[in-house]
T-cell receptor
Framework: DTGVSQDPRHKITKRGQNVTFRCDPI?????LYWYRQTLGQGPEFLTY????????KSRLLSDRFSAERPKGSFSTLEIQRTEQGDSAMYLC?????????????FGSGTRLTVV | AQTVTQSQPEMSVQEAETVTLSCTYD???????LFWYKQPPSRQMILVIR??????QNATENRFSVNFQKAAKSFSLKISDSQLGDTAMYFC???????????FGKGTTLSVSS
């Protein structure tokens, strides 16, 4: 397994357009998370899935954002009617429980620039 | 709600020296997990070290060690014998016992110079 993969790595879009990002987690991990990270800041939690069920959503996840994880495998994050404030790095992570708590693996992220 | 505070936006250190990064957190839970992550420039987040709150012994991983003070809700990271490759942004993170989601601090940018 090559880790958590995210696609695309970079996305430039015009304000008002819709964008969709994909995340492929480590296959054995049943939990998948989306975070948003702006420049010079820590990642902010957006949402997480256990298998195909979306169990928690942050208040940061406005109505323009939607995430899915069909069949409990890959996940997509869609942003509708993008705004300049959506410009950020979107990180995906997956996790599994060990005897020492959850072990997270992060992807390299998708950098979104809204112009 | 849990919060994580890193009060040092930037730190710098010379190669081979020791540096300590600070982190405090707030929670009403008794059992939880704490982590330090490293994010090199334009590269992905990687785990440096982790600590279980129910363990009194401080975690160590080679040149990295923590000073965990549960009563004070403090979790500092010590990097010994700093190397140029340690240059990165370092994030302190909290995970509750249910493992809902990692909560990150704002990070400390560490620069190691020769």
């Amino acid at each position: 397994d090559t880790g958590v993969s995210q696609d695309p790595r970079h996305k430039i879009t015009k304000r008002g357009q819709n964008v969709t990002f994909r995340c492929d987690p480590i296959s054995e991990h049943n939990r998948l998370y989306w975070y948003r990270q702006t420049l010079g800041q820590g990642p902010e939690f957006l949402t997480y899935f256990q298998n195909e069920a979306q169990l928690e959503k942050s208040r940061l996840l406005s109505d323009r954002f939607s995430a899915e994880r069909p069949k409990g495998s890959f996940s997509t994050l869609e942003i509708q009617r993008t705004e300049q404030g959506d410009s950020a790095m979107y990180l995906c992570a997956s996790s599994t429980w060990t005897g020492l708590g959850a072990l997270y693996t992060f992807g390299s992220g998708t950098r979104l620039t809204v112009v | 709600a849990q919060t994580v505070t890193q009060s040092q936006p930037e730190m710098s250190v010379q190669e081979a020296e020791t540096v300590t990064l600070s982190c405090t957190y707030d929670t009403s839970e008794n059992n939880y997990y704490l982590f330090w992550y490293k994010q090199p420039p334009s590269r992905q987040m990687i785990l440096v070290i982790r600590q279980e709150a129910y363990k009194q012994q401080n975690a160590t991983e080679n040149r990295f060690s923590v000073n965990f003070q549960k009563a004070a809700k403090s979790f500092s990271l010590k990097i010994s014998d700093s190397q140029l490759g340690d240059t990165a942004m370092y994030f302190c993170a909290f995970l509750n016992q249910a493992g809902t989601a990692l909560i990150f601090g704002k990070g400390t940018t560490l620069s190691v110079s020769s």
